[in-house]
């Protein structure tokens, strides 16, 4: 009997709790980063969003693991310095080969360089490749079932990597607190947060990532989780992966949610959400109400996306997305700069 007076009583304060979200939190979209524009490329390079988005068409139909690759590219690059690129350098050693890095795919990368040169070549070059990794990602999500939406573009690409700024990537042993802070530091609020983690619900995870929950064996993880997990990860080193979200596990949607509710969460950082009292009410809302999950996380990436961004004069676009351009005379490049002015215009 308790059982089943519970559910009701769940039910109701998490409806409750949706409709807190929806009164307290009704505000414009994120604004725009002076320098972006929705419609930067309207008049220079038309179709580059549907260049993007054919191409990810046929990649993801031969490989759909390079969706939630995509993304994970996209919020690291974002997070370390801002969305400049910085993660497609090449160095010795580069951003992306530090630890916090580790799993970023080649393939994903070489596809992000693949359509720079479909649209370099459609538009010429003006498209920067910090630009092609945000539309990316935002069709990296709707093409695996989540929403559609619109990103600022205008977005110039980086002049150099940092390797120092990896560490403020959220790990995945984060307890919640340390998670927030982190998010804190870069002007995220909880909502934020609790979002953006929704993009685990597609994507892999190697062992070491959440091999802490296994040895010693974490109470809050579902038994039956746990026996899958350690069959298949017998220490830390082991080079296997499992799925992030064992429900649909290539499907963009709020099933991760469904997976905290019934402790059948992967990492440390995506379980402890709902032990938290701060972000609890919202792994509940957004596990049953999808469409308010989809808003708050279009919200959230839109205001990733203009982290640190540079415009106008600031960085380059390059020629290729793993190497910065060889450097022009001052006059040459005063000269592209102001021809690219003229062509938005």
């Given at each position: 009997?308790?059982?089943?007076?519970?559910?009701?009583?769940?039910?109701?304060?998490?409806?409750?709790?949706i409709s807190?979200?929806?009164?307290?939190?009704?505000?414009?979209?994120?604004?725009?980063?002076?320098?972006?524009?929705?419609?930067?490329?309207?008049?220079?390079?038309?179709?580059?969003?549907?260049?993007?988005?054919?191409?990810?068409?046929?990649?993801?139909?031969?490989?759909?693991?390079?969706?939630?690759?995509?993304?994970?590219?996209?919020?690291?690059?974002?997070?370390?310095q801002g969305c400049d690129g910085s993660l497609l350098l090449d160095g010795s050693p580069s951003e992306r080969d530090q630890p916090a890095n580790g799993g970023i795919?080649?393939?994903?990368?070489?596809?992000?360089?693949?359509?720079?040169?479909?649209?370099?070549?459609?538009?010429?070059?003006?498209?920067?490749?910090?630009?092609?990794?945000?539309l990316a990602a935002r069709d990296s999500v709707f093409l695996t079932g989540g929403p559609d939406y619109a990103v600022p573009l205008g977005r110039r690409d980086g002049l150099s990597f940092s390797t120092s700024g990896t560490s403020d990537l959220p790990k995945p042993f984060n307890t919640t607190g340390v998670t927030l802070d982190a998010f804190a530091a870069k002007n995220f609020d909880v909502t934020d947060v609790v979002a953006l983690s929704g993009a685990h619900t597609f994507g892999r995870a190697h062992c070491g990532t959440f091999f802490n929950r296994l040895s010693p064996l974490d109470p809050n993880m579902d038994k039956t989780l746990a026996k899958q997990l350690q069959s298949t990860c017998p220490d830390a080193n082991s080079g296997n992966t499992v799925n992030l979200d064992i429900r649909t596990p290539t499907v963009f949607d709020n099933k991760y949610y469904l997976d905290l509710m019934n402790r059948q969460g992967v990492?440390?950082?995506?379980?402890?959400?709902?032990?938290?009292?701060?972000?609890?009410?919202?792994?509940?809302a957004f596990a049953l109400n999808q469409t308010l999950f989809f808003e708050k996380f279009v919200d959230a990436t839109i205001k990733l996306s203009q982290l640190d961004v540079l415009t106008g004069n600031q960085g380059e676009i390059r020629g290729k997305c793993n190497v910065v351009n060889a450097r022009k005379s001052l006059l040459t490049s005063v000269v592209e700069e102001v021809v690219q002015l003229v062509d938005q215009f």
């Open positions: 009997m308790a059982r089943s007076s519970a559910y009701p009583l769940f039910l109701i304060s998490s409806i409750l709790f807190h979200i929806y009164a307290s939190q009704v505000e414009a979209k994120p604004p725009v980063v002076k320098g972006l524009s929705y419609s930067f490329y309207s008049k220079t390079c038309p179709k580059l969003e549907s260049i993007v988005r054919k191409h990810l068409k046929k990649v993801f139909k031969d490989d759909n693991g390079q969706a939630p690759a995509l993304l994970r590219i996209f919020f690291h690059d974002c997070f370390v795919r080649t393939e994903a990368l070489q596809t992000i360089d693949d359509i720079r040169a479909i649209i370099h070549k459609e538009c010429g070059r003006i498209v920067s490749c910090a630009d092609i990794t945000v990492f440390t950082s995506d379980q402890d959400l709902l032990n938290d009292k701060r972000t609890k009410g919202l792994v509940n």
